[in-house]
Nanobody
Framework: QVQLVESGGGSVQTGGSLRLSCAVS????????MGWFRQAPGKEREGVAI???????TYANSVRGRFTISRDNAKNTLYLQMNSLKPEDTAMYYC??????????????????WGQGTQVTVSS
């Protein structure tokens, strides 16, 4: 049974930092594409950052230079380091996984496994 469990969300002020973690189990983690997505109230879920099984990364334009995605295959854990946070980063953040993702890596439709989410709130 595939499980993804996020942690590390919270409330910070503008300019602050948070580190999200996603613990995974139930599959060969190192062979999967992994990603972070977010959904704000009233908005569609959007891709934030993706990392493939070779360590290649893809970022949304809105977070490039501020967020860093990484993975520790020995610990079966995915991370998202978020710096210089802005109020517009406020959302529920989800991690997701899939064994084979097409060229639209940031599209939520490409991912089959999802966590329950962790809330990030950035106040001005």
């Amino acid at each position: 049974q595939v499980q993804l469990v996020e942690s590390g969300g919270g409330s910070v002020q503008t300019g602050g930092s948070l580190r999200l973690s996603c613990a995974v189990s139930g599959y060969t983690y190192s062979r999967y594409f992994m990603g972070w997505f977010r959904q704000a109230p009233g908005k569609e879920r959007e891709g934030v950052a993706i990392i493939d099984h070779y360590g290649g990364t893809t970022y949304a334009n809105s977070v490039r230079g501020r967020f860093t995605i990484s993975r520790d295959n020995a610990k079966n854990t995915l991370y998202l380091q978020m710096n210089s946070l802005k109020p517009e980063d406020t959302a529920m953040y989800y991690c997701a996984a899939d064994p084979d993702v097409g060229y639209k890596r940031l599209s939520p439709d490409q991912y089959i496994y999802w966590g329950q989410g962790t809330q990030v709130t950035v106040s001005s």
